[in-house]
């Protein structure tokens, strides 16, 4: 499965944190990331990511065209819900597109790992049918 990965700068530490901690279960599946998102995970957990431009720069409409297109399956979005950012409705638009397509999201640490194991028992596979 496809698995997109953003992370407010506030959270790029709990972001590698987490990709280590399930690395067991992230490795199976493709990754997507916004830049130094994605740099910081592969640099701390090893796993593979492939990588958008920096969000404010672009990286969260590339999310977003590649969401349009149903071809993620998971989002991780660590979002800091305290300080506002410039950029904010990109990311409202990307949540949005999500909803659209029936795309699990996960904002906080408690529910991204909840999605990360049920995306490990099989829960989620009723995304492989949707995309057919």
């Given at each position: 499965m496809n698995?997109?990965?953003?992370a ?7 972001m ?37 431009l ?8 590339q999310l ?15 979002r800091?819900?305290v ?5 904010e ?13 029936n ?30």
């Amino acid at each position: 499965m496809n698995i997109a990965l953003i992370a407010h700068d506030n959270k790029k530490k709990l972001m590698e944190n987490l990709c280590i901690a399930y690395r067991h279960i992230l490795n199976k599946h493709t990754l997507f990331a916004t830049g130094t998102t994605g740099r910081l995970v592969e640099e701390t957990s090893s796993l593979s990511v492939h990588k958008y431009l920096a969000g404010h720069l672009g990286g969260e409409q590339q999310l977003g065209a590649q969401i349009a297109h149903n071809d993620i399956d998971l989002l991780v979005f660590l979002r800091d819900p305290v300080a506002q950012k410039h950029y904010e409705p990109d990311i409202n638009s990307v949540l949005r597109l999500c909803d659209i397509h029936n795309i699990p999201v996960a904002s906080n640490l408690a529910t991204a790992e909840a999605l990360l194991l049920a995306l490990d028992r099989g829960d989620l596979d009723w995304r492989k049918i949707v995309k057919e």
